[in-house]
């Protein structure tokens, strides 16, 4: 299995440009998260989806865009990217939203906006 | 601000002794887990203990909740070179449904 699996794993984009970060699960779990990991701060959630079908706004869902493509695979769009996004990002997935399944994440994506 | 608090920031030890790492949270909680991260790398699940639990183990990993004084440690025994990483917990609140909250984490460098 090969857990989470983010791509791509490193992106620069000037101001302005978008692009869309891709995650998919082989866990068949049904809720998935997008975190962003910034120095000092912690992880903060920015979309999730806690099963197929749907998808709601987390703590800093500013700037962003989430697609649940189907039980596997959840992406996140920057529409227009900013410098303050620039950040690690990381996809979770667990089995179910209700948080007492720890989550699995995946190796991250390292994105600079310049 | 920030629900689970890690303390200390960053911590260096000697192989083979002991490494705590405290969390400290502020409001009611459902469980509270702990996570690993080594450098570069996502984060990977530890241990989980619910507010009802006040003790847990899993090999070298002790954790302690005392929700009394809302706070939760990790012990590392006999520390080892492969456990340098940072640490987090992060809590999971179960009011106004269920929402988990990172803290910033520890830094843990185990000298060989």
């Known amino acids: 299995n090969a857990g989470v699996t983010q791509t791509p794993k490193f992106q620069v984009l000037k101001t302005g440009q978008s692009m869309t970060l891709q995650c998919a699960q082989d866990?068949?779990?049904?809720?998935m998260y997008w975190y962003r990991q910034d120095p000092g701060m912690g992880l903060r959630l920015i979309y999730y989806?806690?099963?197929?079908?749907?998808?709601d706004k987390g703590e800093v869902p500013n700037g962003y865009n989430v697609s649940r493509l189907n039980k596997r695979e959840f992406s996140l769009r920057l529409e227009s990217a900013a410098p303050s996004q620039t950040s690690v990002y990381f996809c979770a997935s667990s089995e179910l939203r209700n948080m007492v399944n720890p989550m699995s994440f995946g190796p991250g994506t390292r994105l600079t906006v310049t | 601000s920030q629900q689970g608090e890690e303390d200390p920031q960053a911590l260096s030890i000697q192989e083979g002794e002991n490494a705590t790492m405290n969390c400290s949270y502020k409001?009611?909680?459902?469980?509270l887990q702990w996570y690993r991260q080594n450098s570069g790398r996502g984060l990977v699940h530890l241990i989980l203990i619910r507010s009802n639990e006040r003790e847990k183990h899993s090999g070298r990993l002790r954790v302690t909740l005392d929700t009394s004084k809302k706070s939760s440690s990790l012990l590392i025994t006999a520390s080892r070179a492969a456990d340098t990483a940072s640490y987090f917990c992060?809590?999971?609140?179960?009011?106004?449904?269920?929402?988990?909250?990172f803290g910033a984490g520890t830094r843990l460098f185990v000298k060989a």
């Open positions: 992060a809590t999971v609140r179960n009011t106004g449904g269920f929402k988990t909250i």
């Open positions: 866990m068949n779990h049904n809720s």
């Open positions: 989806s806690a099963s197929e079908g749907t998808t």
């Open positions: 409001t009611s909680i459902n469980n």
